[in-house]
């Protein structure tokens, strides 16, 4: 199978511990296989522990393709550049968060903690004023999302968040449905790849 529509880059938030749960493991590497299997490349945070590892690994395993981007500058360990098709090193973790949301065509959120909650708020506010139009889904393993996703329920019914930036964000039941959002979303008319790194 091949990736369809505008989407062929999907960056993935996600922690670099594994949780305590067996199925977020499970799921990424489901995850990981389903991306090489249908020819969408990863774009992810480069680290090799955790959930990162796990997904990284299950696309290499599964003949898919790995942009992993990493600041210099980051305590968690890397994955071996010859591990992955290409490994980005930046200079801080700013750079790194601006190229992962170039580099990719939507998101998806696992699991994770303070740094994957960092990243799910920039890449929606980035959204909300236009500095990119791409969805983002939070992967609800296990129901993981729901209270993150009551807050944000909780913003829009308060006139905190607009309706129409609900738009950016989807809560994913599975695998399947987070991609069937993500071939409903509606791209803006000049919407291009981003450039390929591989």
């Known amino acids: 199978m091949t990736s369809s529509g ?9 922690g670099a511990e594994f949780g305590n749960e067996k199925m977020f493991s499970n799921k990424a590497t489901e995850l990981g296989k389903y991306l090489a299997g249908n020819n969408y ?18 696309v290499m395993e599964n003949g898919g393709r790995v942009l992993g981007i990493t600041p210099s500058n980051l305590a968690e360990t890397s994955i071996d550049a010859d591990q992955i098709t290409e490994l980005v090193q930046t200079p801080d973790m700013n ?6 949301i170039d580099q990719s065509d939507a998101f998806i959120a696992l699991p994770g903690g303070f ?16 500095l990119h139009e791409k969805p983002l889904a939070l992967f609800n393993i296990n129901g993981f999302y729901d209270t993150l996703w009551q807050w944000i329920e ?7 968040v607009p309706p129409f ?9 599975s ?5 069937e959002y993500f071939d409903n979303f509606e791209f803006p008319s000049e919407f291009q790849n981003p450039a390929n790194f591989v």
């Open 115 to 130: 740094g994957t909650l960092e990243e799910i708020a920039q890449t929606i506010s980035w959204a909300k004023i236009d």
């Open 154 to 160: 909780e913003a829009v019914s308060k006139d905190f």
């Open 95 to 100: 750079t790194r968060k601006q190229l992962m």
């Open 41 to 58: 490349r990863l774009v992810y945070g480069g680290g090799k522990d955790g959930l990162m590892g796990i997904v990284a690994m299950s």
């Open 6 to 14: 505008q989407i062929k880059s999907v960056g993935v938030f996600m």
């Open 175 to 179: 695998i399947d449905d987070i991609f």
């Open 165 to 173: 930036d609900m738009k950016y964000v989807y809560r994913g039941r």
